[in-house]
DNA sequence: CTGTCCTATCTTTTT
DNA sequence: GATAGGACAG
């Protein structure tokens, strides 16, 4: 026996002291899954296994970073830093910088975000004539990363003759062609270059004999690309372990495949499995409910929570007449709680299915000062000056990067205008040349006046000359150089009248040269490579506001939730057309619903309470929902067929304007115009300021 | 290039 | 009903 097993109950060692072979352990929510996995890896270490043999992915770069300082806690610090812990998407990443040549493309490759991805798909379709009425880019987008997710070529889509998916597999060249070009992949990409390296044998062979013991975390959120790394370097000596919970499985819509974590046995045969059932968490009533919600899922692996804790109060389910009624319900409720101390704020969670639910709960909790964080939303990534710097210094990083190029030509105005930009991108198309090369052509370039030419040119030389810095060693210097030379601060008072807003602004792209210092601290041999990659990678987790915090309540969506745990939680919004989404039960996906009820039903320890109104504003429209059907399975019932039906009928019927033949009778204010909506009170009377 | 009007859209979003 | 993005005019 090993001290790294003491305590554990008989599962969870077994799983500890199972350290070769195939290992499949099925972790309900709250069982002690990370306990298992550090004590794992600690085991093994004191078992002689070296470190630097052992690669451990995870999802998030908060799991990666807990698993990390845990085993740390376990064993020496030597050790630990030769341990290869951390994303996917990072360990692609480092792999591809490595052997990036070795399936054609450079080791300097970029990374492209959310928003240069939008920007791709828009001109491929631009390119291909296709009018984004036909088809949107963001829906476009969402169907080649879907593709990509499951490892399907776009052949596969235009083979099925379909017009709208015939577009969508040209979009998907087009688009592809254009990354390749700019020299950047995006996030599927890493993981698509990365099965392509492993496809070379000698680089195979290489990562196997290296990585002699896998390990991967929340294993039923693994996509097709994912899937074929884990089978491929652990193939051979299968010392594959695998950890997660099908029944969390929430991220279907984002192509992972659950029948990964079903069929596990299948793909390494003679596999132990282990079964964390006991749950630790949660009172006795919590998990009955759980279970009894699950248990209607039938793709799954059968198996049920037993709680360890102590009996506490039943599951509360309370209706409400409005979504307005249900804020205020459940603000008052957490304020009463509060105020006689029986909870702090912190241990508390509201936790919703869809972004907009937590605007009335935000209004009222602030009405009664009660401080909270809404996880989620902007991300300090995502507002434009830092998005704006970035791409100056991916365009500095990488002169090919032209999505970024475009982003900042006229950023701050440079008399670069929109026109301007567009005969450059229809010449270097012409041309089969970069937009670079067009602005060093630009003299022979009709329909481009001089003085843009020669603005256009200042702006290449500027990044040019910053460019020579980029290996140097004071990466901060080079971020406010960046900054002061390319006059960003033109772009603010452009942009901002307002003093404070641009005192804000700028507070913001001070920030980043703050962030660049802190990569420059942390890491030695920081570069900007070295720095866009940390950025790319981790996009949420530093700053402010975002992370539960111990005096604030957290508001949160079911997706964020996963995870973590609360004292005392509301579910809210638990209604037809909102858990389960209406879009789910259009698509088939109640199951996945479920699955994200049983999440918000286990964040719970001590308290739950869940709510749903009778009525509820909705795409303008006032509805009257009925109850989820989940609440009839919480108490062990079947949802009535009447209610099943009703509610497939107002989801497909909601869901093609052409055919309303009215479904069933809806509220009286059912289908009125405009006008009508007058005469709703106080409901968004009040704009929602910035969240506290 | 900016401001405006208009209209399409309205899940979830680890990297 | 809100919002974001595009089209169009000035």
């Not at 901002?496 to 210092?517: F, G, Q, S």
């Not at 009839?632 to 869901?655: D, I, N």
Request: with cysteine; charged share 30%; glycine share 8%.
């Amino acid at each position: 026996m090993s001290k790294f097993t003491r305590g554990l109950n008989a599962e969870q060692s077994r799983a500890v002291r199972t350290t070769k072979g195939p290992l499949l352990v099925l972790a309900g929510a709250g069982t002690g899954k990370t306990r298992v996995i550090t004590h794992r890896i600690a085991h093994m270490l004191s078992r002689g296994v070296a470190p630097r043999s052992v690669l451990a992915m995870t999802f998030t770069n908060k799991a990666a970073g807990e698993m990390k300082d845990r085993i740390r806690q376990l064993v020496s610090k030597r050790g630990v830093s030769d341990l290869t812990v951390g994303t996917f998407h990072s360990f692609c990443m480092r792999s591809l910088r490595q052997y990036g040549d070795r399936v054609g493309i450079r080791k300097a490759f970029g990374i492209c975000d959310a928003d240069d991805q939008l920007v791709a798909m828009k001109r491929a379709l631009r390119e291909l004539q296709i009018p984004e009425t036909t088809l949107a880019p963001r829906a476009c987008l969402g169907q080649v990363s879907l593709l990509k997710n499951r490892m399907m070529a776009p052949d596969a889509l235009a083979s099925s003759g379909d017009d709208r998916d015939i577009d969508i597999a040209q979009a998907y060249r087009r688009y592809d062609a254009g990354l390749r070009a700019s020299g950047v992949l995006d996030f599927d990409d890493l993981l698509l270059y990365m099965v392509k390296l492993l496809d070379d044998k000698r680089t195979l062979s290489q990562f196997r004999k290296r990585f002699q013991y896998l390990l991967v975390d929340e294993y039923q959120d693994t996509n097709g690309p994912q899937y074929e790394i884990v089978k491929r370097i652990g193939g051979e000596h299968r010392n594959v372990c695998v950890v997660g919970d099908d029944d969390q499985s929430i991220y279907g819509w984002r192509g992972a495949d659950v029948s990964k974590i079903l069929n596990f046995e299948d793909d390494f045969p003679k596999a132990v499995v282990v079964r964390l059932e006991t749950n630790y968490r949660s009172t006795p009533e919590i998990i009955d409910g759980a279970n009894a919600v699950i248990r209607n899922n039938t793709s799954r692996h059968e198996k049920a929570l037993r709680a360890a804790c102590a009996s506490g109060e039943s599951i509360q389910v309370n209706s409400l007449p409005d979504e307005e009624a249900e804020a205020q319900y459940v603000v008052e409720d957490v304020l009463a709680r509060v105020r006689d101390r029986l909870v702090p704020p912190g241990d508390v969670a509201i936790l919703f299915r869809t972004a907009i639910q937590p605007r009335l709960f935000e209004l009222r909790l602030r009405e009664q000062n009660i401080p909270y964080v809404l996880v989620g939303g902007m991300s300090f990534f995502d507002r434009k000056e830092i998005k704006d710097i970035l791409s100056y210094l991916k365009l500095v990083a990488n002169p090919e990067d032209e999505l970024s190029l475009l982003r900042v030509i006229n950023t701050p105005p440079r008399g670069i205008g929109l026109t301007s930009v567009e005969t450059m991108l229809a010449v270097a198309a012409q041309r089969s040349i970069s937009v670079a090369e067009v602005i060093r052509q630009g003299d022979s370039v009709p329909g481009l006046r001089a003085a843009t030419v020669e603005s256009a040119r200042r702006f290449l030389s500027t990044i040019d000359g910053l460019r020579e810095l980029q290996d140097g060693p004071n990466l901060v210097d080079l971020v406010k150089r960046l900054i002061r030379e390319v006059r960003y601060d033109r772009e603010l008072e452009r942009a901002y009248a307002d003093p404070t807003a641009r005192a804000k602004r700028w507070e913001a792209v001070k920030e980043v040269v703050n962030m660049a210092e802190m990569h420059a601290r942390r890491r030695r041999g920081a570069n900007l490579g070295t720095f866009l990659d940390d950025v790319a990678l981790s996009a949420s987790d530093e700053e402010e506001g975002d992370e539960p915090s111990d005096d604030k309540l957290t508001l949160m969506t079911l997706h964020s939730a996963k995870g973590l745990e609360f004292g005392e939680v509301y579910l809210v919004g638990v209604e037809e057309g909102l858990l389960p989404h209406l879009r789910s039960i259009q698509d088939g996906a109640v199951e996945e619903e479920r699955r994200l009820a049983y999440v918000g039903i286990t964040r719970a320890k001590r308290r739950l309470t869940i709510t749903y109104a009778k009525s509820r504003g909705r795409f303008g429209q006032r509805v009257t929902p009925l109850p989820s059907r989940f609440l009839y399975e919480l108490h062990g019932k079947q949802a009535p067929t009447a209610l099943l039906e009703r509610s497939q009928a107002e989801a497909v019927g909601g869901s093609s304007p052409t055919t309303s033949p009215t479904p069933a009778k809806k509220g009286p204010t059912s289908r009125r115009s405009k006008k009508k909506a007058v005469k709703r009170p106080s409901a968004a009377k009040q704009p929602a300021r910035k969240r506290g």
